[in-house]
């Protein structure tokens, strides 16, 4: 009788497809099953590791990055190898994964942004705030992005962390910034800035937004920021049940509304009950915002929903940037769901479709499998979860031809195939050639934003 999938004389073999938190923290998982032997393959479309804790988190955060040192001792694992510069669907297709590893899990994030449906989306000057974070962040996808800040007013539609985050961005002197691991060209840019105000839209009330109350606290330490908050847009707040956040949250708007003593050349204006219905143009590039006011009534499920008053206002503005949801996108051969734009799973199996046949042997974790909500620490009980089905499963795996259960198979075949991979010792030597940068100007690091540069360095190394 062979030899169990995950034994010692049969480790499992595992593919991760990508890098982020929720990649991490599912091979953490593995790592500590007891009496469980694999060795396991984490792929990245970028040179860079991390995610959106590189990619997303605002370079002012620098704390939350911390984190990393967690995810380089779980890549420095002798279990672990770490495959960088590999796209999923171009480099290595879904079929090459099925003949090397006895499971997959995905781990690709949500790296679309939901459109707001209205006339005008689409006009220059308006753009996803997705867009707007990678440039910032030194994201390769967003190094040529081009941003206009020669306006004085940015509407910024939405009120989750994400939208807090560009909000404070624009508004934020840029020589705090400069003291950050800001992209290069974001911070000449923000230099040479002419916003003055920046108008945050949330569609229902106070108590119903979805940033966190350390995130609201920030924007009245910004220096030269004047904070405005309609007290009357703070009235009549029923907050949920045992909801502090929303309790917290209402004061510090209060204590905004009634400060006095706020001066400052650059604003920040927080707005509730309102939604926009039409980014106005003039000569093909945002001009204005028609908004209309809601109101707050139940939804059916116990919460509240806006609703239109009819009653509207124009507010002139040169840029738009919407934080209005994100969504995952489809990998090619892999199920995706086009209503809920997740991969479908029932506790992180992958299914054909929503109440379909599970996929032997595929898994999902983080956004892709529950949709964009959380923070980076959601992301490890959410993994540990996925392992949980994955453990459960192995008895029941066909398992593949034991012949390519060797890591070196795979090292071979991408060789063969002349995917110019990355791995994790190379990795770092760009991560010390960011850090050795930085130091010299006193800051975190100075990121390197385009690819062939950050493979140029690696191989010079």
Not at 37 to 47: A, G
Not at 233 to 241: A, F, H, K, M, R
Not at 353 to 360: F, H, K, T, Y
Request: proline content about 5%; charged content about 25%; overall charge negative.
């Amino acid at each position: 009788m062979s030899e169990p999938i995950g034994s010692q004389a049969r480790p499992a073999r595992i593919a991760v497809i990508g890098a982020g938190p929720a990649g991490f923290y599912a091979i953490e998982a593995l790592l500590k099953q007891q009496n469980f032997y694999s060795t396991i393959d984490l792929f990245n479309r970028f040179p860079t590791p991390y995610g959106l804790v590189r990619d997303g988190v605002a370079p002012d955060h620098e704390s939350m990055k911390t984190v990393t040192r967690t995810y380089d001792k779980l890549a420095e694992h002798t279990s672990v190898h770490y495959f960088g510069n590999v796209t999923f669907g171009s480099d290595i297709q879904h079929d090459d994964l099925k003949q090397f590893y006895d499971q997959i899990v995905y781990a690709v994030g949500a790296q679309a942004d939901r459109k707001m449906g209205i006339a005008g989306e689409d006009l220059t000057g308006s753009y996803p705030a997705t867009a707007f974070v990678g440039w910032y962040n030194g994201h390769p996808d967003y190094r040529d992005f081009e941003v206009d800040l020669s306006c004085e007013r940015v509407i910024v539609v939405g009120n989750g962390n994400v939208a807090m985050d560009v909000a404070r961005l624009l508004v934020t002197a840029p020589d705090e910034l400069a003291k950050t691991d800001i992209a290069d060209h974001a911070l000449e840019a923000l230099r040479e800035s002419q916003v003055r105000e920046v108008v945050m839209l949330g569609r229902r009330g106070p108590a119903q937004a979805a940033f966190t109350t350390p995130e609201l606290r920030e924007f009245g330490k910004l220096a030269g920021v004047k904070v405005i908050v309609d007290p009357q847009e703070l009235e009549n707040q029923v907050i949920p049940l045992n909801d502090k956040m929303a309790e917290r949250n209402l004061s510090v708007l209060r204590d905004f509304a009634a400060r006095t003593d706020q001066i400052g050349e650059r604003h920040m204006h927080f707005r509730f009950l309102v939604s926009p219905v039409e980014v106005i143009g003039e000569n093909g590039k945002v001009a204005a915002v028609r908004i209309e006011r809601n109101e707050l009534v139940p939804d059916g499920s116990g919460g509240m929903k806006a609703k239109g008053t009819g009653v509207y206002e124009t507010l002139d503005a040169g840029m738009v940037l919407r934080s209005v949801g994100y969504c995952c996108v489809p990998l090619p051969d892999v199920p995706f769901d086009d209503k809920t734009l997740k991969i479908p799973n029932v506790a992180g199996r992958v299914t054909q479709g929503v109440g379909g046949e599970v996929v032997a042997g595929e898994y999902v974790v983080g956004w892709a499998k529950r949709g964009p909500s959380g923070v980076i620490g959601t992301n490890r009980q959410d993994s540990a979860a996925t392992v949980v089905s994955m453990m459960a499963d192995l008895p029941n795996l066909e398992g593949i031809a034991d012949e390519n259960r060797d890591p070196q198979k795979m090292i071979d075949f991408l060789k063969a195939s002349g995917v110019d991979y990355v791995n994790y010792e190379e990795w770092k030597r760009l991560d010390a050639h960011e850090s050795a940068r930085g130091a010299e100007q006193s800051r975190p690091r100075v990121k390197v934003t385009r690819i062939s540069e950050m493979i140029e360095i690696i191989r010079r190394a």
